[in-house]
């Protein structure tokens, strides 16, 4: 019996001594999120619509997917439409770029960017007396701006920046519609991640 009674104390010191050490070990630190909100990780994709391409009869839709903790790789369709009297013209294309997201406190796609961008577009005129010219543009550029993301759904991503433009048409007779040259590029668009 007093052999049962000297094992007993001893798991009871070894389980105290157990306790004590675990209390004396600190907890492993918690794994760090991506980026926090709320707690919780940036969403990695958002889906936008440039709402100041609406204003001139433009729509330019971007797809935007975090490649990394501080990179996205973006795209998207361009559509616009302008006329003017017996004048109009339309454009279809599409546009491709990155962005590197600069804030410490946020990644990809959220928070303060910097990067460049390509577009091209197939464009058709028609000018008075119906001559119709066709012909293809592009630009290239670069933007500063800033990605909020709202309750981890709704985008808002304003910028600025300039770029080199040639979307210039010229009919038969020398007459030119269209733009060749250095140009501001504008970003105020509205979208959902996911």
Known sequence: ???????????LFMRAEMASVRAQTPPPAPATPTVVEEGLPTPANNVTVNVLGLLYGGLSLELERAISRKVSFFLGPSFAFASAGELSMFAVGGVVGIRVFLSRAADAPRGLWIGPAVAVWYQRAKFPMDDVVSATGFSAGGLVGYTWIFERRWVVSVGGGLQYVQLE???????????????????????VAF
């Not at 048409?169 to 979208?191: K, M, N, Q, W, Y």
């Open 169 to 191: 048409l010229e009919d038969a007779d020398g007459a030119t519609i269209g733009f060749t040259g250095i140009a501001p590029a504008v970003r105020a668009s509205l979208g």
């Open 1 to 11: 019996m007093k052999g049962i009674g000297i094992a007993i104390t001893i798991l």
